[in-house]
């Protein structure tokens, strides 16, 4: 495969290297639409990691635009309120050259009570062969794939999967962990409101396939039913460990990498925590708390940040943190998602040659 | 063995069954025989036996009184588009069932006379033979707040009260509703739910709701209900002997317990689980499609779907959005064993069918229930080959179980094979499955996630008091 740019120069796109003693073939990518990484293989998330790579020497280019996807439409149907995801879709499709329409659903037909199955159909008649979709809903992209002729690519729905940001996520952790990337054996800590989050599901996929040694850490009320997982998950061959737990310091000894969630101010009325200010003082991260961890642990957080909350401020802006790199890397995954999917769905204006 | 000339409705003239597999729960006998039914009346029943018998098995065409249903809603009036009397009792008729308690949750409720003449009013419109009695409501508009007419809804026939779709919120009127309903003879039946622990809820609380990110539905809130009512219904004993309670639809283990143990100390409560929450699980909503009894290794231990491939469908199928949830195996498991050792009484469908401008929606937003009075008999029957259930059990608690049920509660009907009785059975042939479609169903609810599945136990004819209410087309 290989990605022409506007100055001619064509930029070689990877295939996954081939099985010891097998043909050779290069493996493709065959998912038509990316709901979550459940059913994504690790070859096929490896492919996502080298197809990143070629991506980023796009973005290094004076013009960072190809036109892979040029003729392609790709609308960006998102039904809950983003800034970083939303924009850096529309910017990953634009830098490949695709006609992006977006679509703001709560100042659409939506709230005149149009059903989603009918907003996708229309959606789909006006020209849309990729939908990027966000739902406040869990499992809302599924019912939308099984009414689009095109792909769906999740932007996240409700508590379910938030699949890019996984991918963005470990791309981060392999590029800047020290000792290299590989991530065998290698402590990652999810650290806050697990029992609400996408981005947190999402990662249990893409980490344990890594084989990483993954925690997930938190407050008992924000962890309910994640021991039943690790323990469901204890048992597959091939996985890394996984282990759910209310004990922090436990939790980031020796740590390699330290993730941070958002703590939403909405769950003191449900009565799952007693305060933000008991929430920081209990699992903040904080410059002590990070001093059990390794000293080149990596810092991270899927944003936005409530500073003073589940982040220290200068935690933030540790050397060790790499929340910045989260943001920049999620255009080029991205655009790598973007072209995967164009191409099992056939809508690459050229990928022959390379 | 047609029976000659009969048309839906009409008297059932003359129709002979020979060498089939009878089941009559009423006398706890099951084996070869043939039947003859004259002019609406069960002529002769001949038990067979030597090498009369011989050749006939219960894998054949199977000959059982016709089936009760304790729990369904027609929808009318209110919600035509999704169901009405006249397709209701149809579907019922496919089903096997020759008699229906309908729930009151329509629009308007059921909660005075002059509602529930109109539902009277259109099953004797439909022609259809199959009985149907009608639940009114236990509070005014179901809302949970003063009484509905109870009374005059006694007076005017209804079977019970029951505010069904929802639990009777408040506990204070729960309590008098049971000395009220108790006065008048009546039973209340409760959906049990405490409503402040299913705000929101989406799935059964347990591995599958974490995984695919839905609200968990804890099995607490329905134990605690039942507790709750229990507690309440001891109490009210003390004064009005006469209160009855029955509990719909229970789906845990935790629930069903606490049921025996009221019942081995003597309390008048009754019972029933769907065979939804039998046979289904909620490993259905990650895309699983084996049976409750399937999920379970040897050692009674529940598997996951995603370590043992057994994923097979995409998720989130909002047919499988239902109150209460599916549940896990083990409630599943605690089910069949109630149902086994009789602390549950019957099975009851909760028929519930939707529009599919009600279903066709994102999981978490679509309307709860599965239709499913169409299928009830099948699943069941998956219970029965697997091994796991005896078939004349199967049977009694679809027909003198709840039969046994609606006694309590003052119907005069039975369910038995007993000559020279109106005949009212139903036939159905074990030996070869049926495929589930949704042109197939009469119901207009085609919300049940069992299309495209074969089932056992084809239903060839459904006579109720004399009547043709089902023959098989063709």
């Known amino acids: 495969m290989s990605l022409v740019a506007p100055d001619g120069t064509g930029i070689d796109l990877p295939a996954v290297a081939p099985s010891p003693g097998g043909s050779g073939t290069q493996l493709r990518w065959s998912h038509r639409h990316l709901l979550d990484l459940d059913v994504v293989t690790w070859p096929e998330i490896e492919l996502v990691m080298r197809t990143t790579d070629a991506m980023r020497e796009v973005l290094a280019r004076p013009i960072a635009k190809v036109p892979a996807l040029r003729g392609t439409g790709?609308?960006?149907?998102?039904?809950?309120?983003?800034?970083?995801?939303?924009?850096?879709?529309?910017?990953?499709?634009?830098?490949?050259?695709?006609?992006?329409?977006?679509?703001?659903?709560?100042?659409?037909?939506?709230a005149k009570g149009e059903s989603l199955v009918d907003t996708i159909r229309t959606v789909e008649a006006l020209g849309a062969d990729m939908i990027v979709m966000r739902h406040g809903t869990s499992g809302a992209p599924y019912l939308a794939a099984e009414h689009f002729g095109g792909s769906i690519l999740n932007g996240?729905?409700?508590?379910?999967?938030?699949?890019?940001?996984?991918l963005l996520d470990l791309y981060t952790i392999r590029e800047h962990l020290p000792g290299g990337p590989d991530l065998h054996g290698r402590k990652v800590v999810i650290l806050g409101d697990v029992l609400h989050s996408r981005v947190a599901r999402s990662n249990v996929w893409s980490l344990t396939a890594a084989g990483a040694d993954l925690w997930l850490c938190g407050p008992a009320t924000l962890l309910r039913g994640f021991d039943r997982w690790a323990a469901a998950m204890g048992a597959a061959p091939g996985h890394g460990r996984f282990t759910v737990t209310a004990d922090l310091d436990a939790a980031l000894r020796d740590a390699d990498v330290v993730m941070a969630l958002r703590i939403q101010r909405e769950r003191m009325s449900g009565g799952l925590l007693p305060s933000l200010r008991e929430y920081a003082a209990r699992f903040g991260l904080t410059l002590e708390r990070l001093g059990a961890a390794r000293p080149d642990v990596l810092i991270?957080?899927?944003?936005?940040?409530?500073?003073?909350?589940?982040?220290?401020?200068?935690v933030a802006i540790d050397p060790r943190s790499v929340i910045t790199d989260q943001v920049t890397n999620g255009v080029a995954v991205r655009m790598a998602l973007l072209y995967l999917l164009a191409g099992a769905a056939g809508h690459h204006r050229e990928t022959s040659g390379g | 063995?047609?029976?000659?000339?009969?048309?839906?409705?009409?008297?059932?003239?003359?129709?002979?069954?020979?060498?089939?597999?009878?089941?009559?729960?009423?006398?706890?006998?099951?084996?070869?025989?043939?039947?003859?039914?004259?002019?609406?009346?069960?002529?002769?029943?001949?038990?067979?036996?030597?090498?009369?018998?011989?050749?006939?098995?219960?894998?054949?065409v199977v000959v059982a009184p016709g089936l009760v249903d304790l729990h369904a809603?027609?929808?009318?009036?209110?919600?035509?588009?999704?169901?009405?009397?006249?397709?209701?009792?149809?579907?019922?008729?496919?089903?096997?069932?020759?008699?229906?308690?309908?729930?009151?949750?329509?629009?308007?409720?059921?909660?005075?006379?002059?509602?529930?003449?109109?539902?009277?009013?259109?099953?004797?419109?439909?022609?259809?033979?199959?009985?149907?009695?009608?639940?009114?409501?236990?509070?005014?508009?179901?809302?949970?707040?003063?009484?509905?007419?109870?009374?005059?809804?006694?007076?005017?026939?209804?079977?019970?009260?029951?505010?069904?779709?929802a639990p009777v919120r408040s506990a204070a009127i729960l309590r008098h509703a049971l000395a009220y309903a108790g006065m008048l003879g009546r039973v209340i039946v409760d959906h049990p739910e405490e409503p402040i622990l299913t705000d929101g809820a989406e799935a059964n609380e347990g591995l599958v709701a974490t995984i695919l990110g839905l609200k968990g539905w804890p099995t607490a809130a329905e134990a605690s209900a039942v507790g709750r009512d229990l507690a309440i219904l001891t109490e009210v004993l003390a004064d009005v002997p006469a209160a009855r309670l029955h509990l719909t639809h229970l789906s845990t283990a935790a629930s069903l317990e606490l049921v025996r143990r009221a019942k081995a100390a003597g309390l008048p409560v009754t019972c029933d689980i769907t065979p939804h929450h039998l046979a289904l699980t909620d490993e259905w909503l990650a895309g699983a499609r084996r049976w409750a009894w399937e999920a379970l290794d040897e050692d009674g231990r529940a598997r996951s779907p995603w370590a043992d491939g057994a994923l097979v469908a995409g998720p989130f199928d909002p047919t499988l959005r239902v109150n209460p949830p599916l549940r896990s195996a083990l409630d599943a498991a605690a089910l069949l064993a109630a149902l086994v050792d009789g602390t549950a009484d019957a099975i009851a469908t909760d028929h519930a069918p939707h529009t599919r401008v009600d279903k066709e929606v994102e999981f978490g937003l679509a309307a709860n229930g599965i239709s499913g009075i169409e299928t009830a008999l099948g699943i069941v029957l998956a219970a029965v080959d697997a091994g796991r259930l005896p078939l004349s059990r199967a049977i009694e608690a679809l027909t003198t179980g709840p039969g046994g049920v609606l006694h309590g509660w003052g119907w005069g009907g039975s369910r038995r094979l007993v000559e020279g009785e109106a005949a009212d059975l139903v036939l159905f042939d074990r030996s070869t499955p049926w495929r589930v479609e949704a042109a197939g169903l009469a119901s207009r609810g085609k919300n049940t996630p069992l299309l495209g599945r074969d089932l056992p136990g084809r239903v060839l004819l459904t006579v109720a008091g004399g009547r043709l209410a089902y023959e098989e087309p063709g």
């Not at chain 1, 790709?74 to 695709?98: C, D, G, H, P, Q």
């Not at chain 2, 089939?20 to 099951?30: C, N």
């Not at chain 2, 809302?143 to 005059?152: I, R, V, Y």
């Open chain 1, 156 to 166: 996240g729905d409700g508590w379910h999967a938030h699949p890019s940001q996984a």
């Open chain 1, 74 to 110: 790709v609308t960006i149907l998102f039904y809950e309120a983003s800034t970083r995801t939303r924009v850096s879709f529309e910017v990953a499709a634009k830098n490949l050259s695709a006609d992006v329409v977006n679509i703001a659903a709560a100042s659409s037909s939506v």
């Open chain 2, 73 to 165: 809603h027609f929808r009318e009036p209110g919600f035509e588009d999704a169901e009405t009397v006249a397709t209701g009792m149809a579907a019922a008729a496919h089903g096997g069932f020759t008699t229906v308690c309908a729930m009151a949750n329509t629009s308007p409720a059921i909660d005075e006379a002059s509602v529930l003449v109109r539902v009277r009013e259109a099953a004797e419109r439909s022609g259809s033979p199959v009985e149907l009695l009608v639940y009114g409501a236990v509070s005014a508009g179901r809302k949970g707040e003063t009484l509905a007419a109870l009374g005059e809804l006694s007076d005017g026939g209804a079977i019970g009260f029951s505010d069904d779709g």
């Open chain 1, 300 to 314: 991270m957080h899927p944003g936005p940040m409530n500073e003073g909350v589940e982040i220290a401020p200068e």
């Open chain 2, 1 to 60: 063995m047609a029976p000659e000339g009969a048309r839906l409705g009409g008297v059932v003239a003359d129709l002979e069954v020979s060498r089939a597999w009878l089941v009559d729960p009423a006398i706890g006998r099951e084996g070869p025989g043939d039947i003859v039914v004259e002019d609406g009346v069960l002529r002769s029943v001949v038990w067979l036996d030597g090498a009369e018998a011989e050749g006939i098995d219960d894998r054949g």
